[in-house]
């Protein structure tokens, strides 16, 4: 017989999460105004709102966390951290921040002026947001790929080089500071950038003098796929992987709650001096000192941990192949997702799934409230609640695709808990044509409307 998959990790303590009955859950949905991130999470029996500061850390990291230095300036943790990120990145430069967006504002104080064009890979919310913050313009240049959910690619989140040359040749290359490349990309479902593409982005970036930045939340979930998927990296450690990506980027980005499996951290990492010394001083203002910008010693110590078992090829085979199960239960059952399944999440295609509910009573929204009273499961809508309205007009911006999202924290749930989140989407699936209509919106703040919004069934 053959031996079965089985997870490279056991348990040493447990957190309890309770059950609710389908009455209690209609009850407090409601009282939520049917917006999943006003439910408390004690309501909520499986999480997967997000997979970032959500996953457990391991007994090295928790030991970790005693050997912290809570000195000031040049803590023994911040040189474990910087090493750690010189061994496996190869950046010379390191400032802490205390998470992604944070290094996101102080790396774009230095590089994003009024009027610039930042091209990349569909940007996350958060980069476009310190990108327009700065009226600068964020351009997508992902391949058109990326939005047919059902074709299948292997390398969904690369950059469309025509596009990119076209962005380059038909603006002042002086308004184009920085090329952004998320691996993986999270905004097109997780999918990851092939190591071809981010040497070719390199290169025409280099032939017109503009940098590359890589938003790296889930950079080793990208090295996965390429081992896995990109002709000749089949043999090489995801370690040499990770290098040879980082080895074409000026700099980089981190949200470390991501791939460095810690509950609150980040970084930037950076070749040239002058722009370190120049985000230095940003990180001072907004952050802390350059030796800690907001983390504690034992969190750059337990990070660092992190950024080891989060490049080991064992862990990523349990953790994406976890994803790939539960999105292979789903396709057995006919339900639409986003294909091929992404690295830290199943997309569910609310077009597909309720296509009677128009965009403008938000389905992926309402998809969301029905598995959470199905069966406590919370995800995220990434559609037209999300999409938010134009800034112009005012109008609602309807995007290509409208989906509800699954995020699976690192080495939290089990593949009990997998079995259980399939069968709450495939009872929802299987009662689809009950669910008549959407929701209509009550109250709604100016910007980021997702976070508060207050809504109604119809
Ligand atoms: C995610 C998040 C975190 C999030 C954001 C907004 C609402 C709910 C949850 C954060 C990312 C990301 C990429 C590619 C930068 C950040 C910001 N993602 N780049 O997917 O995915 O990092 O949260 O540490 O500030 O749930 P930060």
Known sequence: MELPFAEPYKIKMVEQ?????????????????????????????????????????????????????????????????????????????????????????????????????????????TTKGHIEFRHAKAVDCTIDEAFNPTLIHPFKGNIDLNKLQNVFENNPIEKIPMVIITITCNTSGGQPVSMQNIREVSELCKKYGVKVIVDSARFAENAYFIKVR??????????????????????????????????????????????????????????????????????????????????????????????????????????????PVGGHAIFIDSKRFLPHIPQSEFPAQILGVELFIEGGVRGTEIGTLLADRDPVTRENRYPKLELLRLAIPRRVYSRNHMDYIAASIINVYERRNEIKRGLKINWEAPIMRHFTVELERL
Not at 65 to 85: Q, V
Not at 262 to 280: C, H, P, T, W
């Open 17 to 125: 999460i309770r059950k609710s009955t389908k009455d209690e859950r209609i009850q407090w949905i409601k009282e939520a105004t049917y917006n999943l991130f006003k439910l408390s999470s004690d309501k909520v029996f499986i999480d997967l709102l997000t997979d970032s500061g959500t996953g457990a850390m391991s007994d090295k990291q928790w030991s970790e966390m005693m050997l912290g230095d809570e000195s000031y300036a040049g803590a023994s943790s911040f040189f474990k951290m910087k090493n750690t990120i010189k061994e496996l990145l190869g950046f010379d430069y390191v400032l802490p921040t205390h998470q992604g967006r944070a290094a996101e504002n102080v790396l774009f104080s230095v590089l994003v002026k009024n009027g610039d064009l930042i091209p990349g890979n569909s940007h996350f919310d």
């Open 230 to 339: 990109e002709k000749g990296y089949e043999n090489k450690t995801i370690r040499e992987i990770v290098a040879e990506m980082f080895s074409y980027a000026d700099g980089m980005t981190m949200s470390s709650k991501k791939d460095a499996i810690v509950n609150m951290g980040g970084f930037i990492g950076l070749r040239d001096k002058e722009i370190y010394r120049q985000a230095s001083t940003f990180n001072i203002i907004y952050e802390g000192y350059i030796t800690y910008g907001g983390l504690s010693g034992r969190d750059m110590n337990a990070l660092a941990q992190g950024l080891r078992e989060g490049t080991e090829f064992e862990y990523l085979e349990s953790r994406i192949g976890q994803i790939e199960y539960l999105g292979k239960k789903l396709l057995d059952h006919g339900v639409p997702i986003l294909e």
